[in-house]
Structure formats: C-alpha cells, structure tokens
C-alpha cells in the first residue's frame, strides 16, 4: 500500500464501499426473487439473507470507524 497513512485509509476506505454495495446488491436480489419480502423466503433464503444483512452491517460499522478517523 502507501507510506502515507491517510492515503492508505482512504483506500481501505474505497474498497469497503464497494464491498458494501455489493452486498447490498445481493441482497436486493435475493428479495427480488421472493417478492420483496423476506416474509415469503424459503428458511435457506432466509438464513442466507440474515448473513448477507450482517456482513452489510460489518462493513458499515468499519466504514464509521474510518469516517470518524478521517475527519
């Protein structure tokens, strides 16, 4: 990575975004496929949609972390 630390936080900051929206992507495709509705989810479907929200979250959580570091 670089030497310079804000850079390299901007950085990792980047490559959780797009972490984020491709979880979030996945997640608007799992709903689309049951309706929109985690309600109408097979219990795999709906277990792999629990998972992907957490992730989601996770990622998010970092991504404050590094806000808040580079403000």
Known sequence: MSD???LEKIQIYQTLVRQYELI????DQLLMKYG???A???ALAL????Q???RRT????????????LL
């Open 52 to 54: 992907l929200a957490e």
């Open 24 to 27: 979030d992507h996945h997640i």
């Open 58 to 69: 996770a990622v998010l959580n970092e991504m404050r972390v590094l806000e808040e570091e």
């Open 40 to 42: 109408n989810m097979t």
């Open 36 to 38: 929109g509705a985690s």
């Open 4 to 6: 310079d630390p804000i």
């Open 47 to 50: 277990q792999q949609y629990r």
